[in-house]
């Protein structure tokens, strides 16, 4: 079965700091995967994907994201934190045993302190 | 949340009475998908559709029910069978070629007491 793993429920960073939210995932077939932010009482926003191609995917917003296929990871990551960046982040992956189907992790809250 | 509405925004029921939640899309995406967000459990699928006039089962179905009569609208209801329906509602859309992103509407909080 699909699953994501989203190890931190909380990550706190400094404004003007670099910040990683870490994401791992298991799948059968082809890892797709996702990153979305929310923000307090709203829907998710998709920030980027990976589908194939270049380990490196930039997203919305400055946020970048690293794939690893050895360590099964899927990391957020960003140069310099903003303080507007404090929201709830969800990580996902493509559900292969059924249409169009995502798994979404527990979500992480990222606080960044100014 | 362009391209997705929900309403209303907040919605509060007393128990025992069943409940509809609106979801709209201008996307002209052919899936669509209701989620359950509950604090630390992340989204939860309760139904989803893949075409008008069709829809499946997500992980927590039970006490809910559906209806795509057109490929803009994905209503919810909440039926007195649900026995813990507070929560946040979300509504999302899918194209059906591509990657299988889903966009979301901005939810509807609903309370039951």
């Known amino acids: 079965a699909q699953s994501v793993a989203q190890p931190e429920d909380q990550v706190n960073v400094a404004e003007g700091n670099p910040l990683t939210v870490k994401c791992t995932y298991s799948?059968?077939?082809?890892?797709?995967l996702f990153w979305y932010v929310q923000y307090p009482n709203r829907g998710l926003q998709f920030l980027l994907k990976?589908?194939?191609?270049?380990?490196l995917v930039k997203g919305s917003y400055g946020f970048e994201a690293e794939f690893n296929k050895s360590q099964t990871s899927f990391h957020l990551k960003k140069p310099s934190a903003l303080v507007s960046d404090s929201a709830l982040y969800f990580c996902?992956?493509?559900?292969?045993?059924?249409?169009?189907?995502?798994?979404f992790g527990t979500g992480t809250r990222l606080l960044v302190s100014p | 949340d362009g391209g997705i509405t929900q309403s209303p925004k907040y919605l509060f029921r007393k128990e025992g009475q069943n409940v509809t939640l609106s979801c709209e899309q201008n996307l002209n995406h052919d899936a669509m998908y209701w989620y359950r967000q509950d604090p630390g459990q992340g989204l939860r699928l309760i139904y989803y559709s893949q075409i008008v006039n069709d829809f499946q089962k997500g992980d927590i179905a039970e006490g809910y029910s559906v209806s795509r009569e057109k490929k803009e609208s994905f209503p919810l209801t909440v039926t007195s069978a649900q026995k813990n329906p507070t929560a946040f509602y979300l509504c999302a859309s899918s194209g059906t070629s591509g990657s299988g992103e889903q966009y979301f509407g901005p939810g509807t909080r609903l309370t039951v007491t």
């Open positions: 799948v059968s077939g082809n890892p797709y």
């Open positions: 990976y589908i194939t191609g270049d380990n």
């Open positions: 996902a992956v493509r559900d292969w045993t059924g249409f169009q189907k995502l798994v």
